[in-house]
Nanobody
């Protein structure tokens, strides 16, 4: 199983970035797809959550209205569209695929992609 993030980089405050997570070895449609971030000296936090059953997505309060998570089950990928970026959004962003099935938890992570927002 492999999750590969792309799309990070350096952007000015107010700008946008689109992060992609390409999955192999698993079917995205069977997993909750999530984005987390970790800033220097801080704990990893969940930014956005897309349930596998297609129910409502959930967002960290500080990104609501600015970030949008989506998935393309046919392309086997997840996307995080980030608009109106702020310096506080600077972090390493991680893609996560999670599933509980037949009494076992499946929990996979990408390597992370750096997002830096300059003021």
């Amino acid at each position: 199983v492999q999750l590969v993030e792309s799309g990070g980089g350096l952007v000015q405050s107010g700008g946008s970035l689109r992060l992609s997570c390409a999955a192999s070895g698993l079917a995205v449609g069977n997993y909750d797809m999530n984005w987390y971030r970790q800033a220097p000296g801080k704990e990893r936090e969940e930014v956005a959550h897309s349930p596998s059953d297609g129910s409502a997505t959930h967002y960290l309060d500080s990104v609501k209205g600015r970030f949008t998570i989506s998935r393309d089950n046919d392309k086997n990928m997840a996307v995080l569209q980030m608009n109106s970026l702020k310096p506080d959004d600077t972090a390493v962003y991680f893609c996560n695929a999670w599933r509980y099935y037949s009494g076992r938890t499946y929990d996979y992570w990408g390597q992370g992609t750096q997002v830096t927002v300059s003021s």
